[in-house]
Protein backbone atom coordinates (compact mmCIF):
# COMPACT_ATOMS: atom_id res chain seq x y z
CA UNK A 1 0.00 0.00 0.00
CA UNK A 2 1.21 3.54 -0.53
CA UNK A 3 0.46 6.53 1.60
CA UNK A 4 1.26 9.80 0.70
CA UNK A 5 2.18 12.41 3.50
CA UNK A 6 1.44 16.15 1.87
CA UNK A 7 3.32 19.19 2.74
CA UNK A 8 5.44 17.08 5.14
CA UNK A 9 7.24 19.78 6.17
CA UNK A 10 4.93 22.80 5.35
CA UNK A 11 2.07 21.68 7.30
CA UNK A 12 3.56 19.40 10.34
CA UNK A 13 2.50 21.16 13.98
CA UNK A 14 1.16 19.31 16.63
CA UNK A 15 3.17 16.39 15.92
CA UNK A 16 1.38 15.84 12.56
CA UNK A 17 4.09 13.29 11.12
CA UNK A 18 2.68 10.62 13.89
CA UNK A 19 -0.39 10.08 12.00
CA UNK A 20 1.29 8.60 9.47
CA UNK A 21 3.22 6.78 11.50
CA UNK A 22 0.69 5.04 13.18
CA UNK A 23 -0.89 4.16 9.99
CA UNK A 24 1.81 2.70 8.51
CA UNK A 25 2.39 0.74 11.73
CA UNK A 26 -1.20 -0.45 11.72
CA UNK A 27 -0.93 -1.65 7.94
CA UNK A 28 2.04 -3.45 8.21
CA UNK A 29 0.94 -5.56 11.72
CA UNK A 30 -1.59 -6.58 9.74
CA UNK A 31 0.37 -8.13 7.15
CA UNK A 32 0.40 -5.18 4.26
CA UNK A 33 3.33 -3.86 2.75
CA UNK A 34 3.51 0.21 2.95
CA UNK A 35 5.47 2.57 1.31
CA UNK A 36 5.21 6.41 2.61
CA UNK A 37 6.13 9.15 0.24
CA UNK A 38 6.75 12.50 1.46
CA UNK A 39 5.53 15.58 -1.26
CA UNK A 40 5.98 18.98 -1.14
CA UNK A 41 6.31 22.06 -2.72
CA UNK A 42 6.74 22.45 -6.84
CA UNK A 43 7.06 18.49 -6.47
CA UNK A 44 4.91 16.29 -9.69
CA UNK A 45 2.06 13.84 -7.85
CA UNK A 46 -0.13 11.17 -8.91
CA UNK A 47 -2.59 10.91 -6.83
CA UNK A 48 -4.13 7.57 -8.60
CA UNK A 49 -1.13 6.16 -7.42
CA UNK A 50 -2.04 6.57 -3.74
CA UNK A 51 -4.28 4.16 -1.32
CA UNK A 52 -3.99 7.20 1.46
CA UNK A 53 -3.69 10.77 1.76
CA UNK A 54 -3.15 12.73 4.60
CA UNK A 55 -2.16 16.50 5.10
CA UNK A 56 -1.36 18.24 8.44
CA UNK A 57 -2.03 21.43 9.96
CA UNK A 58 0.58 24.38 9.71
CA UNK A 59 0.61 27.93 10.28
CA UNK A 60 -2.00 30.30 8.34
CA UNK A 61 0.93 31.65 6.64
CA UNK A 62 2.18 27.65 5.57
CA UNK A 63 -1.35 27.03 4.91
CA UNK A 64 -1.41 29.72 1.90
CA UNK A 65 1.88 28.60 0.70
CA UNK A 66 0.42 25.08 0.43
CA UNK A 67 -2.86 26.70 -0.53
CA UNK A 68 -1.32 28.31 -3.71
CA UNK A 69 0.80 25.16 -4.89
CA UNK A 70 -2.10 22.88 -4.28
CA UNK A 71 -3.94 24.84 -6.90
CA UNK A 72 -2.04 22.83 -9.62
CA UNK A 73 -3.77 19.68 -8.69
CA UNK A 74 -7.12 20.80 -7.61
CA UNK A 75 -9.14 18.11 -10.52
CA UNK A 76 -6.66 15.78 -9.47
CA UNK A 77 -7.49 15.72 -5.93
CA UNK A 78 -11.07 16.36 -6.73
CA UNK A 79 -11.57 13.43 -8.69
CA UNK A 80 -9.53 11.59 -5.84
CA UNK A 81 -12.15 12.06 -3.37
CA UNK A 82 -14.97 11.18 -5.94
CA UNK A 83 -13.26 8.18 -6.55
CA UNK A 84 -13.94 7.34 -2.93
CA UNK A 85 -10.05 6.81 -1.85
CA UNK A 86 -9.23 7.65 1.54
CA UNK A 87 -7.66 10.93 2.97
CA UNK A 88 -7.61 12.23 6.22
CA UNK A 89 -7.34 16.29 6.48
CA UNK A 90 -6.36 17.66 10.30
CA UNK A 91 -6.14 21.42 11.82
CA UNK A 92 -6.26 24.03 8.86
CA UNK A 93 -5.23 22.12 6.00
CA UNK A 94 -8.86 20.91 4.93
CA UNK A 95 -9.72 24.52 5.42
CA UNK A 96 -7.86 24.28 1.64
CA UNK A 97 -10.92 22.81 0.11
CA UNK A 98 -13.39 25.20 0.55
CA UNK A 99 -14.66 27.54 -1.29
CA UNK A 100 -12.79 30.80 0.18
CA UNK A 101 -10.29 31.75 3.10
CA UNK A 102 -10.73 35.13 3.95
CA UNK A 103 -8.11 36.35 6.89
CA UNK A 104 -8.13 38.66 9.45
CA UNK A 105 -7.07 41.67 7.67
CA UNK A 106 -10.26 41.34 4.67
CA UNK A 107 -8.11 39.32 2.12
CA UNK A 108 -10.11 36.39 0.57
CA UNK A 109 -7.62 33.49 -1.24
CA UNK A 110 -9.61 30.86 -3.35
CA UNK A 111 -9.94 27.90 -2.35
CA UNK A 112 -9.98 24.31 -3.84
CA UNK A 113 -13.84 24.25 -4.45
CA UNK A 114 -14.33 20.59 -3.54
CA UNK A 115 -16.67 21.47 -0.59
CA UNK A 116 -19.17 24.86 -0.42
CA UNK A 117 -17.81 26.06 3.08
CA UNK A 118 -16.49 29.34 3.34
CA UNK A 119 -13.85 30.37 5.88
CA UNK A 120 -12.87 33.38 8.09
CA UNK A 121 -9.76 34.07 10.10
CA UNK A 122 -11.18 36.22 13.37
CA UNK A 123 -8.72 38.89 13.74
CA UNK A 124 -5.48 36.92 14.53
CA UNK A 125 -7.53 35.74 17.67
CA UNK A 126 -6.82 32.29 18.71
CA UNK A 127 -9.24 29.69 20.31
CA UNK A 128 -8.08 26.99 22.03
CA UNK A 129 -9.92 23.92 24.09
CA UNK A 130 -9.83 19.90 24.72
CA UNK A 131 -12.40 18.54 22.95
CA UNK A 132 -14.84 15.54 23.01
CA UNK A 133 -16.73 14.51 19.59
CA UNK A 134 -18.87 11.91 18.82
CA UNK A 135 -19.81 10.36 15.30
CA UNK A 136 -22.35 7.98 13.79
CA UNK A 137 -19.72 5.57 12.77
CA UNK A 138 -17.72 5.00 15.60
CA UNK A 139 -19.45 3.64 18.76
CA UNK A 140 -16.77 5.61 20.90
CA UNK A 141 -16.35 9.71 21.29
CA UNK A 142 -12.79 10.96 19.97
CA UNK A 143 -10.76 13.17 21.91
CA UNK A 144 -8.61 15.39 21.35
CA UNK A 145 -7.05 19.47 21.24
CA UNK A 146 -8.25 22.38 18.93
CA UNK A 147 -6.04 25.24 18.58
CA UNK A 148 -7.51 27.86 15.14
CA UNK A 149 -8.47 31.26 14.57
CA UNK A 150 -10.86 30.66 11.98
CA UNK A 151 -14.63 30.09 11.81
CA UNK A 152 -15.67 27.65 8.94
CA UNK A 153 -19.69 28.17 7.78
CA UNK A 154 -21.30 25.91 5.19
CA UNK A 155 -20.24 22.33 5.92
CA UNK A 156 -22.28 19.73 4.61
CA UNK A 157 -22.41 16.80 5.61
CA UNK A 158 -20.31 17.48 9.42
CA UNK A 159 -17.97 14.96 10.28
CA UNK A 160 -18.42 14.92 14.72
CA UNK A 161 -21.40 16.36 16.92
CA UNK A 162 -19.48 18.23 19.57
CA UNK A 163 -20.38 17.09 23.15
CA UNK A 164 -17.54 18.90 24.45
CA UNK A 165 -15.27 21.90 23.39
CA UNK A 166 -15.77 23.70 20.04
CA UNK A 167 -17.21 23.41 16.76
CA UNK A 168 -16.95 24.87 13.44
CA UNK A 169 -17.87 28.22 14.31
CA UNK A 170 -18.84 30.00 17.59
CA UNK A 171 -22.10 28.16 19.06
CA UNK A 172 -21.95 25.75 16.33
CA UNK A 173 -22.43 22.05 17.33
CA UNK A 174 -20.72 20.28 15.00
CA UNK A 175 -17.25 20.18 13.91
CA UNK A 176 -14.99 18.84 10.38
CA UNK A 177 -16.19 18.16 6.94
CA UNK A 178 -16.85 14.29 5.48
CA UNK A 179 -17.78 13.62 2.03
CA UNK A 180 -17.21 10.02 0.81
CA UNK A 181 -13.94 8.51 2.30
CA UNK A 182 -12.73 12.45 3.39
CA UNK A 183 -12.20 13.21 6.23
CA UNK A 184 -11.37 16.73 7.59
CA UNK A 185 -11.09 18.06 11.24
CA UNK A 186 -9.11 20.52 13.20
CA UNK A 187 -8.56 17.63 16.03
CA UNK A 188 -5.14 17.42 16.57
CA UNK A 189 -2.84 16.14 19.21
CA UNK A 190 -2.19 13.59 16.78
CA UNK A 191 -5.63 12.48 16.31
CA UNK A 192 -4.87 8.79 15.48
CA UNK A 193 -2.70 8.17 18.08
CA UNK A 194 -5.41 9.97 21.00
CA UNK A 195 -7.81 7.83 19.28
CA UNK A 196 -6.93 4.09 18.03
CA UNK A 197 -10.65 3.34 17.44
CA UNK A 198 -10.38 5.76 14.79
CA UNK A 199 -7.26 4.54 13.65
CA UNK A 200 -8.76 1.13 13.42
CA UNK A 201 -11.55 2.24 11.67
CA UNK A 202 -9.51 4.01 8.84
CA UNK A 203 -7.16 1.03 8.34
CA UNK A 204 -10.29 -1.16 7.98
CA UNK A 205 -11.68 0.89 5.04
CA UNK A 206 -8.06 0.32 3.59
CA UNK A 207 -7.84 -3.29 4.12
CA UNK A 208 -11.62 -3.87 3.66
CA UNK A 209 -10.81 -6.48 6.65
CA UNK A 210 -10.68 -5.88 10.40
CA UNK A 211 -6.87 -4.65 11.04
CA UNK A 212 -4.56 -6.12 13.82
CA UNK A 213 -4.97 -3.69 16.91
CA UNK A 214 -3.77 -6.06 19.99
CA UNK A 215 -0.63 -3.86 19.57
CA UNK A 216 -2.16 -1.14 20.97
CA UNK A 217 -2.07 -1.23 24.38
CA UNK A 218 -0.99 2.19 25.36
CA UNK A 219 -3.07 3.79 22.39
CA UNK A 220 -5.76 2.52 24.44
CA UNK A 221 -5.08 3.38 27.42
CA UNK A 222 -4.16 6.82 26.92
CA UNK A 223 -7.14 7.05 25.25
CA UNK A 224 -9.10 5.59 28.27
CA UNK A 225 -7.51 7.89 30.25
CA UNK A 226 -7.91 11.08 28.56
CA UNK A 227 -11.79 10.28 27.70
CA UNK A 228 -12.48 10.12 31.76
CA UNK A 229 -10.96 12.59 32.68
CA UNK A 230 -12.75 15.17 29.86
CA UNK A 231 -16.12 13.67 30.71
CA UNK A 232 -15.58 14.24 34.12
CA UNK A 233 -14.44 17.73 33.15
CA UNK A 234 -17.76 18.14 30.93
CA UNK A 235 -20.24 16.92 33.49
CA UNK A 236 -19.13 19.57 36.32
CA UNK A 237 -19.55 22.08 33.41
Not at 1 to 18: C, E, F, Q, R, V
Not at 79 to 96: C, H, K
Request: aromatic letters at 10%.
Amino acid sequence: MKILHYYHDLMNLYGDYANVSAMRRILEKSGESVTVDRRSLGEDVDFSEYDFLYIGSGTEQNQRVALADLHRHADALRQYIADGRLALMTGNSFEMLGRTITDAAGTTYEGLGVFDFTVTEQNKTRVTADVIYTCDFLAEPLVGFVNKCSEIKGTNPTLFTVKMGLGNFDGDKREGVRVRSCYGTHLTGPVLIKNPHFLAFLAKKLLGREPETGYLTYEKAGYAVTLSELSRRADAE
